[in-house]
């Protein structure tokens, strides 16, 4: 990320490295030794000046994760993008608490400052319906904080709900995680509901 930044990895900016690293851990497979060798190689020659293999997966995990599908919905969930002073805090304080991410992290906040800022749907007053949450210990799209706030608002609407934590990483968990995918079937199938704080095994 340091030589990104600083010029060293040529055409393949600081930024565009970590939509490619994020966006490949993300999704990982079930060859993962393999998966995490591959991108290991392609940085390793881009140390030593071959950028052809990471200028590859830079192409891929940006058309992945960077659609302008992604970019509005982003953008549309963000109620309080950061001031340019705010995201130039961060920065600094990111830069130093996180070193290798944090600061291009913090930069990345920018993305949506003009985007227009919607008001905050009103949460529903009455919900019936059944609902899975899935979430997942290491998300490194959508992070794992926003689960409680969830469920605590379909709990206040009356919603009969189960939340289950896959102990996996990658994104999305349905996807990843054989478990999750047949809680997800009994659920869709008969509307069932696992136990709640359910957890299936990475």
């Known amino acids: 990320m340091r030589r990104a930044g600083e010029g060293g990895l040529g055409d393949i900016s600081a930024n565009a490295l970590l939509t490619t690293i994020s966006g490949f851990l993300g999704d990982p497979r079930a060859d993962q030794a393999t998966r995490v060798t591959e991108l290991a190689d392609a940085l390793s020659a881009a140390g030593r000046g071959d950028r052809t293999a990471l200028g590859n997966l830079v192409l891929r995990e940006s058309a992945a994760t960077a659609s302008d ?23 600094t304080a990111w830069g130093q608490k996180y070193p290798v991410f944090g600061k291009n992290a913090a930069i990345a906040l920018m993305g949506c400052s003009a985007w227009p800022v919607a008001g905050a749907p009103p949460l529903p ?46 994104h999305p968990v349905f996807t990843h995680s054989g478990c999750a995918q047949r809680l997800l079937l009994d659920y869709l199938k008969e509307a069932r509901l696992p136990q709640d704080g359910s957890a299936c095994p990475a």
Not at 144 to 151: D, E, F, I, L, R
């Open 125 to 170: 007053e009455k919900f019936t319906l059944p609902v899975l949450a899935l979430g997942g210990i290491a998300d490194p799209v959508v992070g794992n904080g926003g689960q409680a706030s969830v469920t605590g608002a379909l709990g206040a609407a009356g919603a009969r709900h189960a939340s289950v934590n896959w102990q996996g990483w990658g």
């Open 69 to 91: 599908g992604q970019f509005v919905n982003r953008c549309t969930d963000i109620q309080q993008p950061p001031t340019p002073t705010k995201a130039a805090e961060l920065t």
